[in-house]
């Protein structure tokens, strides 16, 4: 699920429960439609995504860190580069 972003809020992708290629190739597609410098907020519970996201968007030239974790679910927070 993806809900709209204003310019203080970033756009959030609810991908609990999606499993390969889903959360990869959903955050890409995401990314795609933002501006430079916007902002993308990914929720998910597939482990291997906190290595294959944030290496992919990082080989973008976007910034990504986990802002929260609690052992099942994380929350990526994605600044997109530019362009």
């Known amino acids: 699920m993806v809900t709209g972003a204003n310019s203080s809020q970033p756009?959030?992708?609810?991908?609990r429960g999606s499993v390969c290629p889903g959360p990869t190739a959903d955050t890409l597609a995401a990314l795609k439609k933002l501006p430079?410098?916007?902002e993308l907020a990914v929720v998910?519970?597939?482990p291997?995504?906190?290595?294959t996201?944030?290496?992919?968007?990082?080989k973008r030239?976007?910034?990504?860190?986990?802002?929260?974790d609690d052992g099942?679910?994380?929350?990526?927070?994605?600044t997109k580069g530019g362009e």
């Open 72 to 78: 099942t679910v994380f929350r990526l927070e994605i």
């Open 36 to 38: 430079p410098g916007g």
């Open 44 to 46: 998910t519970d597939y």
């Open 48 to 51: 291997p995504a906190r290595q």
């Open 11 to 15: 756009v959030l992708l609810d991908l």
């Open 61 to 68: 030239g976007c910034r990504c860190e986990i802002s929260q």
């Open 53 to 58: 996201i944030p290496r992919m968007v990082e």
